[in-house]
């Protein structure tokens, strides 16, 4: 078995030496570059989805409406944390959050939904949701070992990501074809 530490006065040397790149050390195993390139296409993802959840609570009308907004609200706040989360780890790794309204929708990995009827509107937030459910875990797996931090975030965002697909599903299961 290979010795898994490096000798203390060789990591004393490389933190003093490198003190402007925060946490990324040599340890760090990911391209960086390409790790800021992804967080920042969430943070997009994240920021659409936000906004399309708003659009809707406030756009949503109709006999089964008031329960279907309050998820659309309760949804928009978390995906904000979600924005919030992966903003905080961009500055972290010492990258600038990308919050530029002109090219917001195309590095999202998911649409803006302007859709009018309420079963319209949870049928396309559920793809969104599967969207990112599918896009985080390819990210997860990516990451590997090589980024045990950007990956944990992601593996938070995931799991709430499932939780808000699950709670769409059930959604659409409850509403009656005939109130869109």
């Not at 659009?55 to 949503?60: E, G, L, P």
């Not at 903003?87 to 309204?101: V, W």
């Not at 070992?145 to 599903?169: G, I, N, W």
Request: hydrophobic share 40%; charged share 30%.
């Amino acid at each position: 078995m290979a010795d898994f530490l490096t000798d203390i006065e060789t990591l004393r040397d490389r933190a003093r030496k490198e003190i402007d790149k925060g946490p990324v050390t040599d340890a760090y195993g990911a391209d960086l570059k390409r790790v800021l390139q992804v967080l920042n296409e969430a943070l997009a993802t994240e920021i659409v989805c936000v906004l399309r959840y708003k659009r809707h609570y406030y756009t949503a009308s109709g006999l089964y409406s008031e329960p279907v907004a309050a998820e659309f609200l309760e949804h928009a706040g978390e995906e904000q944390q979600h924005a919030d989360k992966l903003a905080e780890r961009i500055a972290q790794l010492g990258g600038e959050p990308d919050f530029n309204p002109d090219t917001l929708s195309t590095r999202a990995h998911t649409p803006y939904d302007a859709s009018a009827g309420l079963i319209a509107m949870v049928r396309e937030d559920l793809v969104a949701e599967r969207v990112a459910v599918a896009s985080y875990t390819e990210i997860i797996q990516w990451l590997g070992d090589k980024d045990p931090t950007t990956r944990r975030v992601f593996e938070d965002l995931l799991a709430q990501e499932e939780e808000h697909a699950d709670d769409l599903r059930s959604l659409l299961e409850r509403i009656p074809p005939e109130s869109s």
